[in-house]
């Protein structure tokens, strides 16, 4: 090898190594197997309260679409208690974490003259079409506290789409035409967040290992909090009890 050609070696080298440091970045610290999971149940415990049959006959329309008594779903349990409708979420421990916007919308359908589903939690910005598949109209009006109050009618067969910008738990939504309609939408910051299901379970995936302040609510037995924390690929059981 020549001088000339050791050079020019050196050179390429010198040029290049930098290029494909920058195209090959190194893999973050952080993977999907260093990463915690919560997961519980939340549980009503005490008598519960009879639930209300709600009375459609002021709009013939809804009236006719149901053949059994419709109840109320402000306090709905599973033969073992499990707690429906409660919103689990990530309260404090995040820091100053920033999350991708996440790009699917959630869907409010109106369909039976109620709200489905009764509750949901929505990222925010993040885009929700509420859909009228009923055969009479309504009247959508969410009541914030900290994001935009709107009202839009929505003809059988519409959707309307909008989005909130600001961290709320909870907006109750009601419809202005049907006063048994009801409904609550959680918004936050991060993806951390769940509903119970019918059986009050609940899982909130994919949690970086630290200490957090995990909070449930529900629309009338109010808040709980637990601290907790874990570890890289933990996966954790925090429960709650609403008495």
Request: charged content about 20%.
């Amino acid at each position: 090898m020549t001088t000339r050609t050791f050079i020019l070696g050196c050179l390429l080298v010198a040029i290049c190594e930098p290029a494909i440091k920058e195209g090959n970045p190194p893999k973050e610290a952080n993977n999907t197997v260093d990463l915690a999971t919560l997961t519980g149940v939340v549980k009503f415990e005490g008598k519960l309260p009879s639930a209300t049959i709600i009375n459609m006959h002021a709009d013939p329309q809804c009236a006719k679409q149901h053949n059994v008594p419709i109840f109320s779903q402000e306090l709905v349990t599973d033969a073992k208690s499990g707690l429906q409708n409660v919103i689990v979420f990530v309260a404090d421990g995040l820091g100053d974490r920033a999350f991708g916007q996440p790009s699917q919308s959630v869907v409010i359908d109106q369909k039976g003259c109620q709200y489905q589903p009764h509750v949901l939690a929505i990222r925010a910005n993040q885009t929700l079409e509420v859909m009228n598949h009923d055969p009479t109209s309504h009247n959508v009006h969410p009541v914030p506290a900290n994001n935009r109050e709107w009202n839009k009618a929505e003809p059988p067969g519409s959707s309307v789409e909008t989005t909130f910008s600001r961290e709320e738990i909870a907006i109750p939504v009601k419809c202005n035409i049907h006063p048994w309609m009801r409904g609550y939408i959680a918004v936050l910051k991060h993806p951390y967040f769940a509903v119970t299901g019918q059986d009050g379970s609940f899982d909130l995936p994919g949690l970086p290992p630290g200490t957090y302040l995990i909070e449930a609510w529900h629309e009338k037995l109010g808040t709980a909090t637990q601290k907790i924390t874990v570890g890289a690929g933990e996966t954790r059981t925090v429960d709650f009890v609403f008495k």
